[in-house]
């Protein structure tokens, strides 16, 4: 999106912060999105953002929030824990091997959620929690090309890269159900936004079907 030429790597060790995704710059390790986000935006003279006002910026970081600190839990729950027939199809693997990797991985999400608080709301609340965080996303875009006008911002990044994983990697769950059938214009935008930056998507990701 910022136009800054880059080297993805397909290993998964962890970066500094013990998370994904991270980078290395000139030999400097830095995890967080975020924070490698605001360091790039430095280093590299780039401001997605330079279109918006004060009150404009605070609108848009609230939704990212949003997304990143409240709804994230319920689309971890829903695909990690929920919906592991769906995850494993996806992922094409034995199910030895896809137990291997998730069992940890699920006694790590449902920890965190509860040390969060919002593991211990029943799944009825957990999933209208999330439903109306969609909602409000969805209400926001309206009929807007992306979330704060006519081009693209940061918080486009987050918004993306969240529903992207339930278009793409969520089939089949009450989440898919309210991207696609009450709430399509967030459908539409991902796509929208898939189509202008990854017009090699297909390639990348091994998909020959128009629809996965």
Known sequence: MADI???PSTEMAMGPKGKL???EYNGQAMGDSNLIIEFLNKEKGVDLNRSLHDADRAVSRAFVKMLEENTYWGGAKCKMIDNQD???ELWEVSWFIFFFYLKPAIKTIKKNMWAHGIGRHSDAELEAIVEKDVRAL????GSKLYLMGDEPTEADAAVFGFLAQILWTMPGTYMYRIVTEDCPNLQAYTIRMKERYWLDWDQLT?????DQ
């Open 206 to 210: 091994g998909n020959t079907k128009k």
């Open 5 to 7: 030429p880059y080297e």
């Open 86 to 88: 769906k995850i494993q």
């Open 21 to 23: 995704p991270w980078i």
């Open 138 to 141: 969805s209400d926001f875009l």
